[in-house]
């Protein structure tokens, strides 16, 4: 560890560096209107893989944005590990918040911002920087690695399914490690046992066939469009956060009184959550702790609503049209497939008289958990202790990462989840940013883990 930890601290600007250079391109998944850039990501990290070291390098694409893939497959008789990470990011908007800009990355008091700098291009440099680093202490590595590193996530990972059928023989291994997920504290290192999945829809109500005057002739006669949407919006939720769709909260799975009991021993501080967000309350389903409520509890939100006339001035018309976006996180055991039917039914039985809905589908993933007190993770958490010098905090997510259920669902082995994002990174917002300690903290956290892995750890 000596000798890595020399390494490390030699290397340490060049490797920030080369996350800069990946920042740098900005690889926005979520609007068809970066395919190039995306494309462009995708092979910038084709030729970084093969300067570090790896083989076999190659992109594997179905009909959607490249993954890349590549291994290094010389560690007789040590298992294979298969890491996982995305290179597509989230998009900016909006920019005017930004204090620099978003892909062209600053660092302010130890804090690497811009888009991607956390989630995950910045995770996915401390697993690259990690193996880097082995392969210049030791010229070798301890394990045995295959990289899949895809460009959809953030549009929930839609080929991938194909691409694990299809190359299901390349992607052979023996465990999954993954750094996607957060910390509940800054200082304090975290394995991640659960995630939830995702539904999303849109939804559209059509009323008239165009903006009508809103008093003359139609004004009384006409049902509004909007005013259909934000009634049926509100059919589906009551006024504490429980949904109120018939089937929705079918099968879940009630939580152990175990887990109840490490959720209440874990720190979580409401006033502290309200003074951050400068909100008067919390809000959410009766009977769960805010924890419970965003890690094993389901949620429907909307996430952008439009319709009729926004701009400056008085404009008095009934508009044609009015549209909404909606997510549902899901938990175990809901079902995707089950839950749009369930949804379906409550919209076709709640539209209100007078307008025609339709329903898009959007992108779907199944939620995912492993016992925390799976031998993998309990040895995953002994080299984060070593690192951080705290106990680990074992929890579960709110977010999503549709591929991990993929995975497990192609493979059956396990996936382990060590994260080093933190609430403070602001992924998906203004001003995302990664702290340049955690980023040492975790590359270093890895190569210890690897080295356990191969059971090569020296002083
Ligand atoms: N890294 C996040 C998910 C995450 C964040 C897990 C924090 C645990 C803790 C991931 O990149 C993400 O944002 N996923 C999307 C998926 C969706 C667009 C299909 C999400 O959860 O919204
Ligand atoms: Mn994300």
Not at 73 to 95: E, F, M, N, S, T
Not at 378 to 399: C, D, H, M, N, T
Request: hydrophobic share 35%; net charge negative; glycine share 8%.
């Amino acid at each position: 560890m000596k000798q890595l930890k020399a390494i490390l601290d030699k290397h340490k600007i060049e490797m920030l560096d080369d996350l800069i250079k990946c920042i740098q391109i900005p690889s926005i998944s979520t609007t068809g209107s970066y395919e190039e850039e995306v494309h462009s990501c995708a092979q910038h990290l084709t030729q970084h893989l093969c300067q570090i070291g790896f083989e076999n390098v190659q992109l594997l694409q179905k009909n959607g944005h490249p993954t890349v893939y590549a291994d290094w497959l010389h560690a007789k008789g040590k298992p294979i590990v298969l890491i996982y990470g995305h290179y597509d990011v989230q998009p900016v908007d909006p920019l005017e918040e930004w204090h620099s800009h978003p892909f062209q990355p600053e660092i302010r008091d130890n804090y690497l911002y811009g888009r991607g700098a956390t989630d995950n291009k910045g995770q996915l440099f401390m697993q690259l920087k990690a193996l880097e680093a082995l392969f210049r202490t030791n010229q070798t590595l301890p394990i045995n690695v295959k990289l899949l590193i895809e460009g959809e996530e953030e549009i929930g990972s839609t080929t991938m399914p194909e691409i694990l059928q299809d190359y299901s023989e390349l992607l052979v291994a023996d465990l999954i490690v993954i750094s996607d997920t957060a910390m509940l504290e800054e200082q304090v290192p975290a394995i991640c046992y659960g995630l939830r999945g995702i539904l999303g829809f849109e939804l559209s109500v059509q009323g008239p066939n165009r903006d009508l005057h809103s008093g003359s002739i139609y004004g009384g006669t006409v049902q509004n469009p909007i005013h259909a949407i934000t009634q049926l919006l509100g059919s589906m939720r009551d006024e504490t956060g429980f949904i109120t769709i018939e089937g929705f909260y079918d099968h879940i799975v009630e939580l152990s009184k175990e887990e109840r009991r490490n959720f209440q021993s874990l720190p979580f501080s409401s006033e502290q959550l309200k003074a951050d967000l400068h909100v008067s309350n919390l809000f959410g389903e009766e009977g769960f702790t805010p924890l419970e409520r965003v890690w094993v509890r389901p949620t429907l939100e909307v996430n952008g609503i439009s319709g009729g006339y926004q701009g400056e001035g008085i404009k008095t018309i009934i508009p044609a049209k009015a549209t909404a976006k909606i997510t549902c996180r899901i938990v175990p055991n809901q079902n995707p497939h089950d839950l749009k039917a369930c949804i379906q039914k409550h919209i076709e039985a709640n539209t209100p008289p007078g307008v025609n809905i339709e329903i898009y589908w959007d992108s779907h993933s199944n939620p995912y958990f492993i016992s925390p007190d799976h031998p993998l993770i309990l040895q995953a958490a002994q080299s984060l202790e070593y690192v951080f010098q705290k106990p680990v905090q074992f929890i579960r997510a709110g977010g999503s990462i549709p591929a991990v259920e993929m995975l497990h669902n192609q493979f059956q082995i396990p996936i382990i989840l060590v994260g080093f994002s933190h609430s403070s990174a602001n992924v998906h917002s203004a001003n995302e940013n990664l702290s340049l300690q955690r980023f040492e903290d975790g590359i270093l956290a890895l190569c210890h883990y690897y080295l356990q892995l191969g059971n090569d750890i020296g002083d």
